[in-house]
Nanobody, 126 residues
Framework: QVQLVESGGGLVQAGGSLRLSCSAS????????MGWFRQAPGTERASVAA????????GYADSAKGRFTISRDNARNTVYLQMNSLKPEDTAVYYC???????????????????WGQGTQVTVSS
């Protein structure tokens, strides 16, 4: 049974930082590209960042560029999202997702992902 478990969310002031982690089990982690998505109340789920199976390729939504960094540790079956210079508009539930693929690249499309975590709340106060 595949499980993705996010952690690291919480309440932070604007300008602060958080590091989200997503621990995966029940799958061959290195066979999966990974992504982080977020969903604020009343909005659709949106891509934040994505990383290839090896970690050699990453991509970011415009809102995340220059502030967020996605990384992964295949030995620990974990993907991370370092978020710096947080803004109130970053407030959302953050989800990690796994995409089984033989390709070396990334994807920002939620429909490409096979498994999802339960989400972790990030709240940025002004």
């Amino acid at each position: 049974q595949v499980q993705l478990v996010e952690s690291g969310g919480g309440l932070v002031q604007a300008g602060g930082s958080l590091r989200l982690s997503c621990s995966a089990s029940g799958l061959t982690f290195s066979s999966y590209a990974m992504g982080w998505f977020r969903q604020a109340p009343g909005t659709e789920r949106a891509s934040v960042a994505a990383i290839s199976r090896s970690g050699g390729s990453t991509g970011y939504a415009d809102s995340a560029k220059g502030r967020f960094t996605i990384s992964r540790d295949n030995a620990r079956n974990t993907v991370y999202l370092q978020m710096n210079s947080l803004k109130p508009e970053d407030t959302a539930v953050y989800y990690c997702a796994a995409r089984r693929t033989v390709a070396a690249g990334t994807s920002f499309r939620s429909r490409d992902y096979d498994y999802w975590g339960q989400g972790t709340q990030v709240t940025v106060s002004s």
